[in-house]
């Protein structure tokens, strides 16, 4: 299960204009039109933008907003449906130098009949970097990030109690959401068949598909895509088949990278067979002792980012490296399986994705 290659690529790109606020209006009218031409939709979101769907089936949507000082225009793109010029719900999209050339054309030939101009006028403002593996339970390894915590320099995505005006309830269960304190980026892993369920278009063809698909997505906005790329183009992030390239390239490099700095190496068991594998394998009991203690602080805690603050506080530094060295030598995850968890043990989230 777990020696398919995967594939890290791109789920979705958000390309941005800029337009001075007098246009706004100009433009509000244009898109109104071509809506209503093709009988798509346009409606309002949240944050006040305009959504208009002309190009939804090929994977194109159009949003017209303002700030302050200017108005803009955002296309948001799903590779691979404008890739296949149909909706495409489950597979990413494969990162081939024949698929960029298509999707290049086929991004030309809307942007053309929308009048928007050419694609390079455009610059990221947003990149999902995305990876599929296939699982038994993509629920359990859902249930499991959640009991890894909330590692520094990240918050929740959704808090619980955090907005009374969400539109669409969140499904805890079913994905585990975190962005980075500084907004730059944001990781998603979630059950793609739940996912699903709540989408209406989508066909049965699809939901089977869907099943036992479990994604991890890291989304860089703009700030955190020059960070990234400060060598290519001169930090520039105008639209280019070339710079679109270069994004899927590192797209294995990011989505590991992220997979290593938030969940801990090692398989998952449950917490009596974890604690005898570390006596097992560590000679020296005080650090067998202290490993053993951040796995029961993890499980009382249901937070292993938690327990290994608790344990690490009056340590010195060297000792610190010492005791995470044991562990990832271990093999065995701080997290440790539910009680009803029937398994004896499930592959560590990095293991699963290839990280």
Request: proline share 4%; glycine share 4%; with cysteine.
């Amino acid at each position: 299960m777990f020696k398919t290659k995967l594939n890290y690529s791109i789920h979705t790109m958000e390309l941005i204009h800029y337009l001075s606020l007098q246009a706004v209006g100009q433009w509000k009218q244009k898109l109104y039109n071509l809506t209503a031409q093709r009988h798509a939709r346009a409606y309002e979101n949240d944050i006040n933008e305009m959504i208009f769907t002309p190009f939804a089936y090929q994977g194109v949507t159009i949003t017209l907003g303002t700030t302050q000082t200017r108005g803009y225009l955002k296309l948001n793109i799903n590779l691979n449906s404008l890739l296949y010029g149909c909706p495409q719900r489950t597979a990413l999209f494969y990162p081939t130098d024949a698929h960029i050339a298509v999707l290049d054309c086929n991004l030309r030939c809307i942007l053309q009949d929308a009048q928007l101009g050419s694609p390079e006028a455009f610059t990221f403002s947003r990149v999902d970097f995305s990876v599929d593996t296939h699982v038994q339970h993509p629920l359990t390894y859902i249930q499991l990030a959640h009991k890894t915590g909330i590692p520094r320099g990240y918050q929740q995505t959704y808090p619980r109690f955090g907005n009374t005006r969400r539109s669409k309830q969140i499904r805890y269960r079913y994905s585990f959401d975190l962005r980075r304190n500084d907004g730059h980026a944001a990781i998603t892993l979630y059950s793609k068949a739940h996912q699903l369920e709540s989408d209406r278009y989508a066909s049965d063809w699809d939901r089977e598909q869907a099943v036992g698909r479990l994604r991890f997505e890291v989304k860089c906005q703009a700030q955190q895509l020059r960070k990234l790329f400060t060598a290519e183009r001169d930090g520039h992030l105008a639209y280019c088949p070339q710079l679109l390239q270069t994004f899927l390239r590192s797209a294995a490099t990011i989505l590991r990278t992220a997979l290593c700095n938030l969940f801990p190496v090692g398989t998952y068991y449950h917490l009596p067979e974890a604690m005898q594998s570390i006596r097992e394998q560590v000679s020296s009991r005080c650090n067998a002792d202290r490993l053993c203690s951040w796995i029961v602080q993890a499980s009382n805690l249901q937070s292993a980012c938690l327990a290994r603050a608790e344990v690490f506080r009056p340590l010195s530094d060297s000792q610190r490296d010492t005791l995470l060295c044991l562990q990832q030598q271990s093999g065995v995850n701080p997290v440790t399986l539910g009680r009803r968890q029937p398994c004896s043990s499930l592959p560590g989230i990095r293991e699963i994705f290839g990280a």
